[in-house]
């Protein structure tokens, strides 16, 4: 006869996937309730670190563990291959974005240095850390993406982690009193373009998982190429750029470059990759739009809502060839 403690292990062992249960599912019951006397499971249930391990051990196992089906390791491949391409991109922006700013505060006279360095010193001691935090912490998507690389996955999920918290402050700021939520679809995007890619690294680069690589290229030249690419555009086309502007631009060159060498290629391609560049072409152009819509109706605002709208008409179509290409591979396969 089922105990109720067994019924409730039962029960929280249905967040496994159905292949992991068929194998492990009266193993991993019967270690659980161990030499438990048959009157106390009755009265006892899942403590909270079993629950935990079981939720992560259901990630581990539908993110490409040993011994899966093609489907969760297809999915699992994605997911990796989607937050290394996303932390790529934020770590150039993270370097090329603040290295772009102090250049043109201390070049263009005392007035726009002092005015730089009034954002620490003159709107209290949080809004100093707060303006401190913006500056330094998102250097830990650089962090990350090197220690991934390098098969340092949990300096990689530090990484990420104290990175995305940034992002954050705009949603809690109004909690302070300080100020409202005056675009809360951009925040809130933006805010996703930093989390999405932070827990799917933290998910998907698990300890069954394989090493992350490069489809091409060594890690460095990689990154210097995406920053290169990420200021230049900044550089030649201010008047378009946001918080958005230079990592859709890599993603765009990128992409792109991939989709051209796919097509020379006589071989079948894995489809994970497009798949991945999909996903984050479709959270870029997300970002993209809700920062461009507070703006269509401003007539002064003509050279960002042109750069913005055609990035935004890039985004979309390369996201289409993208999830056209990765289909057909699937097909193909």
Not at 77 to 104: D, I, N
Not at 158 to 163: E, F, N, S
Not at 181 to 189: G, Q
Not at 300 to 313: D, K
């Amino acid at each position: 006869m089922t105990t109720l403690l067994e019924a409730r292990y039962r029960t929280v062992l249905r967040l496994l996937p159905a292949y992991y249960r068929r194998e492990r599912e009266e193993e991993m019951v019967e270690t659980y309730l161990g030499d438990l006397d048959r009157d106390t499971q009755d009265q006892s249930r899942p403590t909270l670190g079993e629950v935990a391990s079981i939720a992560a051990l259901a990630v581990r196992s539908r993110l490409g563990a040993a011994g899966a089906p093609r489907p969760y390791v297809l999915l699992g491949s994605v997911a990796r291959l989607f937050a290394l391409a996303a932390v790529l991109l934020l770590a150039a922006s993270a370097v090329v974005e603040p290295v772009l700013q102090l250049t043109w505060s201390f070049t263009r006279g005392g007035a726009q240095r002092q005015l730089f360095l009034s954002e620490f010193s003159d709107h209290g001691l949080i809004a100093a850390v707060v303006a401190a935090a913006q500056w330094i912490l998102p250097l830990g998507w650089t962090v990350a993406y090197f220690a991934l690389l390098h098969d340092r996955r949990r300096l990689a999920r530090i990484g990420v982690l104290v990175a995305a918290l940034p992002a954050l402050w705009p949603l809690l700021r109004p909690l302070t009193g300080e100020a409202v939520i005056s675009e809360p679809a951009f925040i809130v995007t933006l805010a996703l373009l930093a989390w999405l890619p932070a827990l799917a690294l933290c998910a998907a680069h698990h300890r069954d998982a394989p090493p992350a690589r490069l489809p091409a290229g060594t890690p460095g030249l990689v990154f210097m190429a995406t920053c290169v690419v990420t200021g230049a555009s900044q550089v030649l086309l201010p008047a378009a750029s946001d918080l958005v502007w230079g990592p859709a631009n890599g993603f765009v060159v990128g992409a792109l470059g991939w989709l051209l060498w796919r097509a020379r290629r006589t071989d079948r391609v894995a489809p994970a990759l497009a798949l991945a560049l999909a996903v984050l072409g479709l959270l870029l152009l997300a970002v993209r739009i809700a920062a461009l819509y507070p703006w269509l109706r401003l007539p002064y605002a003509a050279s960002y809502i042109g750069g913005g709208l055609a990035q935004t008409a890039v985004l979309a179509l390369l996201t289409v060839a993208l999830t056209v290409a990765g289909r057909r591979e699937l097909a193909a396969r």
